[in-house]
C-alpha cells in the first residue's frame, strides 16, 4: 500500500540533498581560500601560537604549514602578530633577512634574541642584523667546527666566540 508520508519525506530529503551539493559547489565550500594563495606570495615561515605558519608577501597570515614545509627554509620566531598580520617594521626586516633564512644550516631565525639557531642545535647571537648577513659564507664553515647544543656570538668582523656558562659572583 502507498504511504504518501514516507514518500514526501524521502522527497524533501532528497531535494534537500541536492540543495545542499549545489551550494557546496557555488560557494566552494570546503576549499579554504588560503589553500588557493599562490605559491609565489607566500614569503617565510613564521611561529605564532605554537604553530607555524606561511606568511604573505604583505605579512599576512595565510594557513599553517605542513610538517614537510618546515625541512624547506628556517622559520621566524619572535614576531608580532596584530589582526592576523606581521608589523610591517619585521616584516621588512624578514625580507632583508631571506638569504639567512634560505640558508641550509639554519632552522631558526629569533627576531627578539637577535640569534639564529643551526642544524646542529647551535645558538648563535649577534648585535645587528647586518652582521649575520654580512658574514653567512664564513659562518657556513666555521658551523663544521663548532659543538653541537653550544652558544656563540659573532662580532661585527666575523669573529665567532663561545660563550661559556657558570656561575657569577662565587667565592
Known sequence: MFNSQRFLFA???????AFAAYLIRLNDFGTSSALKVDS??????VSYKERLWWISTKGELLYSAKPESVLSMAFVSGVSVNDLKIDPAQLRLIESLREVITDNKIVEVDLQEKCVVTVKGIVIYFDKWEDIIANLLSL????????PRSEYFLTANGVILKLRGGQIGTD
Open 140 to 147: 657556513d664553515s666555521a658551523v663544521s667546527r663548532m659543538e
Open 40 to 45: 609565489a606570495d607566500r614569503l617565510v615561515l
Open 11 to 17: 522527497l524533501t530529503l532528497i531535494c534537500l540533498t
